[in-house]
């Protein structure tokens, strides 16, 4: 296995420069590349990364404005605990994406162990939490719609739409779980 570890490649002691004259009578300023693993698009502080971000952040909002918008969704847990996942996914996604706007701009690399290990944390909760209220909430769906047959009586049409946009936010953030995930398991 191809592995590059810190005692055959040091990263952080970076040889100095004396300005003193090299081989050839010039100067020996070259500065010696670091040796990093490539940043995979998706991880934390790439444009990948932040992509997935906005489009966890746009969905769960988008699920959030819709179910909040009927008049009758505090009266049926699963939507309320809807409500509650799309919004902790909302807040910690935005603050995901300019955590990452922030290292794109300064060219920061976030594949510090324990700033990567926070992520996979918060973004297993939030994913799994979001998947629950989205299963929980499919199944009222179908009750009320299949079962039932009480869809003219209730927003069923809107009830499937915000489900359907929390199953995308799940979807989109699963990805980020699970490469945040893998390079801590590959570290």
């Known amino acids: 296995m191809n592995l590059s570890h810190a005692s055959v490649h040091p990263v952080e002691d970076l040889p100095t420069t004396d300005g003193g004259v090299g081989i050839g009578g010039g100067n020996n300023n070259n500065e010696v590349p670091r040796v990093r693993m490539k940043d995979i698009q998706g991880m934390p502080g790439t444009?990948?990364?932040l992509a997935l971000r906005i489009c966890q952040f746009v969905s769960a909002v988008m699920g959030l404005c819709?179910?909040?918008?009927?008049?009758?969704?505090?009266?049926?847990?699963?939507f309320c605990y809807l409500v509650a996942a799309?919004?902790?996914?909302?807040?910690?996604s935005m603050s995901q994406a300019i955590i990452d706007i922030y290292a794109l701009l300064v060219r920061r690399s976030l594949q510090n162990y324990r700033v990567v290990s926070l992520f996979a944390?918060?973004?297993?909760?939030?994913?799994?939490?979001?998947?629950a209220a989205a299963c929980a909430s499919?199944?009222?769906?179908?009750?009320?719609?299949?079962?039932?047959?009480?869809?003219?009586?209730?927003?069923?049409?809107?009830?499937?739409t915000a489900t359907a946009m929390a199953?995308?936010?799940?979807?989109?953030?699963?990805?980020?779980?699970l490469l945040n995930f893998w390079s801590l398991a590959s570290r």
């Not at 819709?66 to 699963?78: N, R, W």
């Not at 799309?86 to 910690?92: A, F, I, R």
């Not at 179908?142 to 069923?156: E, G, K, P, Q, Y």
């Open 47 to 49: 444009a990948g990364g």
């Open 66 to 78: 819709i179910m909040a918008t009927t008049s009758d969704f505090p009266s049926v847990t699963a």
């Open 86 to 92: 799309t919004g902790l996914q909302s807040v910690w």
């Open 121 to 131: 944390i918060g973004d297993g909760i939030t994913s799994t939490l979001t998947f």
């Open 138 to 160: 499919a199944g009222i769906t179908v009750l009320i719609d299949n079962d039932l047959n009480s869809c003219a009586h209730n927003h069923c049409s809107q009830f499937e």
């Open 167 to 177: 199953f995308i936010s799940w979807f989109t953030s699963l990805p980020s779980f």
